[in-house]
């Protein structure tokens, strides 16, 4: 049996600068497990699979793997995936905009110029960590709590916790821990000098099914809801660009907007670097 796949570059800036996606086109036939070995095999921070829609409404369904677990969301599967599914000659119901269907519902996708962005879904949890929730962060993190500038869960899915910092430097200095006894999904912030290319710098840190602590290139999901948090608290204001994976060689460059009525919407380039086939052998 052989399914069609692309590796597609998310946000990077130029060739091999984003964050890599796997897609797998035509999955049925594929079952949970099978899905969970494929991205276990290929080792990216996360492969997707196409299947058919079970909404009316939406334009193609998708299941999102990470290397532990599978996710009801994420970004830069999220625009990865539709680029392929366009390229591949998928034809949106509506103009202008596809629907994704996937764990959390429905997500619109728009075409923003040369370029795809995805409307952020709804936190599922929101609010100021607890104290002790802080100090974990900052001991994973091995800085002080008195840099911890602010706090907040940013949880539309993968379940992130975001720390600010008061400059992008001292989100880049971070040197953060190895190893975690559980799961957990820090995001850190810090805003650039104004004039700056980009306005605010983030890096992810998560847990893998081990515990060690890995850093995520550039992550859409993580983007799309300190987008939301930095818009309600006033530190951003109708569009900014975020960098990311600086730390780890890559050069993400991430577009957040908010339109009229309040919606967030994350983008970037999106490049198709392999096409391919999956050959599995039963």
């Not at 970004?75 to 269907?101: D, F, S």
């Not at 539309?156 to 916790?161: D, R, V």
Request: proline share 5%; aromatic share 6%.
């Amino acid at each position: 049996m052989t399914k069609s796949f692309k590796l597609v570059d998310v946000f990077g800036t130029a060739p091999f600068t984003g964050n890599p996606l796997a897609v797998v086109a035509d999955a049925e036939g594929l079952s949970t497990d099978d899905m969970q070995r494929i991205t276990r095999w290929l080792n990216l921070s996360e492969t997707t699979f196409l299947l058919p829609t079970t909404d009316t409404l939406a334009d193609y369904r998708v299941r999102i793997f990470t290397l532990a677990r599978e996710l009801p969301f994420a970004g830069h599967p999220t625009l990865g995936t539709c680029h392929a599914w366009l390229e591949a000659g998928g034809t949106p119901k509506r103009a202008g905009v596809i629907v994704q269907e996937c764990g959390v519902g429905l997500v619109e996708v728009r075409r923003d110029n040369n370029r795809l962005a995805f409307a952020a879904p709804p936190l599922i949890r929101s609010g100021m960590p607890t104290e002790v929730e802080i100090l974990e962060v900052a001991d994973l993190l091995r800085i002080d709590r008195a840099a911890i500038v602010d706090a907040q869960w940013v949880d539309n899915g993968p379940g992130w916790i975001a720390v600010m910092l008061a400059t992008a430097a001292d989100v880049l200095a971070v040197e953060p821990a190895r190893h975690h006894s559980r799961r957990i999904d820090i995001g850190i912030v810090g805003p650039h000098p104004a004039g700056s290319d980009a306005a605010f710098e983030i890096r992810a840190i998560f847990s893998d099914a081990h515990g060690a602590l890995i850093e995520d290139p550039v992550c859409g999901s993580l983007n799309a809801s300190v987008g939301q948090w930095l818009f309600a608290s006033g530190r951003a204001h109708d569009r900014y660009v975020a960098a990311q994976g600086s730390c780890i060689g890559r050069d993400g460059r991430i577009d957040v907007a908010q339109d009229g009525n309040g919606q967030v919407w994350v983008g970037g380039r999106t490049t198709t670097m392999f096409d391919g086939q999956v050959r599995r052998e039963r």
